[in-house]
């Protein structure tokens, strides 16, 4: 098993930063591909950014290439995302996952096999 824990949502205006953080716990490993996904309200959940477990291969939607930043520190088990520029388009429930069978990680939600809770990112306009 696998815990996953996000924090770092918050409400905050149109070309505005914020940093969200993933914390794992339990049957953590490097080796595991870490992802974010969103959904907002009435929407499918969808595919935002994904990380190798070695963090050298990284990959984002099209929607936030060149402004949102995927990171990670594996002493402290956590993943990052660094959200700049944001618009209105991005308020949504943010979430972490892992996946045990996908080395890079995917753009699949199906793909991933243990996911977090959520926090909430609202941009004002």
């Known amino acids: 098993q696998v815990q996953l824990v996000e924090s770092g949502g918050d409400l905050v205006q149109a070309g505005g930063s914020l940093r969200l953080s993933c914390a794992a716990s339990?049957?953590?490993?490097?080796?595991?591909?870490m992802g974010w996904f969103r959904q907002a309200p009435g929407k499918e959940r969808e595919f935002v950014s994904t990380?190798?477990?070695?963090?050298?291969?990284?990959y984002y939607a099209d929607s936030v290439k060149g402004r949102f930043t995927i990171s990670r520190d594996n002493a402290k088990n956590t993943v990052y995302l660094q959200m700049t520029s944001l618009k209105p388009e991005d308020t949504a429930v943010y979430y972490c996952?892992?996946?045990?069978?996908?080395?890079?990680?995917?753009?699949?939600?199906?793909?991933?096999?243990?996911w977090g809770q959520g926090t909430q990112v609202t941009v004002s306009s």
């Open positions: 996952a892992v996946s045990w069978r996908y080395l890079s990680g995917s753009v699949y939600p199906k793909d991933y096999d243990y």
């Open positions: 990380i190798s477990g070695t963090g050298g291969s990284t």
């Open positions: 339990g049957r953590t490993s490097s080796s595991h591909a």
